[in-house]
């Protein structure tokens, strides 16, 4: 069973930058993509990032909402994948989700097969 835990999250100000960390155990061989996703309060949880796991140019999809603002990077030999997010704003307030498959990107959640517990970040006005 992958294992995915997060960390970085926390406090920011409008228009800080945080970076999150998501690192992954056991059969780490088996993964094809990585992402993020995010949960604001009242709200569904929404895709935010993915990245292939496999390539070395690690294909790599973004929301909308975060284009030109968060980068997604992975250090394959830390088993590791992180989120630097730069030009924060208030409605990026939300528990982020790292996560993993073994197959395709989706923004579905339901297409990813391991979570971690989720990381809060919140973007004070």
């Known amino acids: 069973q992958v294992q995915l835990v997060e960390s970085g999250g926390g406090l920011v100000h409008d228009g800080g930058s945080l970076r999150l960390s998501c690192a992954a155990s056991?059969?780490?061989?088996?993964?094809?993509?990585m992402g993020w996703f995010r949960q604001a309060p009242g709200k569904e949880r929404e895709f935010v990032a993915a990245i292939n796991w496999i390539t070395w140019s690690g294909g790599i999809t973004y929301a909308d909402s975060v284009k030109g603002r968060f980068f997604i990077s992975k250090d394959s030999a830390k088993n590791t994948m992180y989120l630097q997010m730069n030009s924060l704003k208030p409605e990026d307030t939300a528990v982020y989700y790292c996560?993993?498959?073994?197959?395709?990107?989706?923004?579905?959640?339901?297409?990813?097969?391991?979570w971690g517990q989720g990381t809060q970040v919140t973007v004070s006005e």
């Open positions: 996560t993993a498959s073994t197959t395709g990107q989706s923004m579905h959640p339901s297409s990813w097969a391991y």
């Open positions: 056991g059969p780490t061989f088996s993964l094809y993509n």
